[in-house]
């Protein structure tokens, strides 16, 4: 069932990604890490759907933020961060999903890992555990290409200094902050053991991004001792995927 | 990209299975009619990159929901897999 959304704002989050926010008037509510599917039809009648990730908090106002990174042989992607203003309407089909959420019910330790845009849902969860005030201690690894590609830099920043919640850990691919710490490269195993919760403490894990991120941070996690059913991935691609 | 690293995970299914079942499909956990292995579908590595939707089993790989749309119907095979536990509440 497709619903209407209308742009209610826009906000640039870097260069090539925005956050969109809908007010949708039949929303039936969501849950912290659930989707949304957006399709576009052009005037001859071909139209292209595509999954994003809901990054705002549930809320019963009926209002949904999606963050769209833009690519750029996209079908869609380029029209919703270059072309879509306020007062458009979308039609969506959600809230989708209800395996890769977080409920404000869960009081274990929560360990988050997002590769670039992945970091979409994860911050749906911390808003949620903000909004719900809840004391889930959460820790956030966030692998990103550069400073300038950071998703909610501020609000992380003031989230982690105000609510202590998430510990938030930066791993840089490709180019460091001046006088990082540790060089640009990938997240590895060291990084993951000394970032994440110990698997002691039985934490429950949630790993978004490209699917060969996925992959490697999932096997890390389970390296360090966290078991498979603890463990939950959300992996996008190319195309037809999260964006 | 590898063959190997083209697939995504069962959730992302939710939105084309939405338009078949009431009831979320990717949280139910299903059994792998090869192997036995009991999981949610959302753990299932999914293919979209054919003509429909290939969700195989993460434990064998073997075929657990064949899903195509032609034009106004849908082709939906599911005999990859034994039960469908869903949560009806």
């Keep these: 069932m497709w619903r209407i959304g209308t742009v209610v704002d826009l906000r640039d989050e870097t260069a090539t990604a925005r956050t969109i926010t809908l007010q949708v008037p039949d929303w039936p509510g969501h849950l912290a890490g659930q989707h949304v599917d957006v399709r576009l039809t052009a005037a001859d009648g071909y139209s292209a759907a595509r999954s994003y990730s809901i990054a705002s908090a549930p809320n019963t106002e009926g209002r949904v933020e999606i963050t769209v990174e833009g690519l750029p042989n996209g079908e869609v992607s380029p029209y919703l961060t270059q072309q879509v203003a306020s007062g458009d309407r979308l039609e969506l089909r959600g809230p989708l999903g209800g395996w890769f959420v977080w409920r404000t019910e869960q009081t274990e330790p929560i360990q988050l890992i997002a590769g670039g845009s992945g970091i979409v849902p994860l911050m749906a969860m911390i808003r949620s555990r903000a909004a719900s005030g809840s004391s889930a201690p959460f820790r956030l690894l966030y692998s990103v290409r550069e400073p300038g590609a950071v998703f909610y830099r501020d609000e992380l920043r003031k989230r982690s200094e105000n609510e202590h919640s998430p510990t938030l850990t930066y791993a840089y691919t490709r180019i460091t902050p001046k006088d990082w710490p540790r060089p640009p490269g990938r997240i590895g195993a060291s990084l993951v053991a000394e970032a994440a919760w110990p698997s002691q403490l039985v934490p429950t894990c949630y790993v978004c991004g490209p699917t060969p991120f996925v992959e490697s941070a999932a096997g890390f996690l389970s390296a360090c001792g966290n078991g498979q059913d603890k463990i939950r991935t959300e992996r996008f691609g190319p195309t037809g995927g999260r964006k | ?82 039960y469908v536990n869903l949560d009806a509440a």
């Design chain 2, 1 to 82: 990209m590898s063959a190997q690293m083209n697939y995504l995970d069962g959730n992302a299914a939710a939105g084309e299975l939405s338009k078949i079942f009431a009831i979320d499909v990717t949280s139910a956990e299903g059994q792998c009619a090869h192997c036995g292995a009991k999981k949610r579908f959302a753990e299932a590595r999914l293919y979209m990159q054919c003509p429909g939707v290939v969700a195989r089993c993460c434990a064998c790989e073997h075929v657990l929901l064949r899903m195509v749309n032609v034009r106004q119907r849908v082709f939906l095979d599911m005999r990859g897999m034994t």
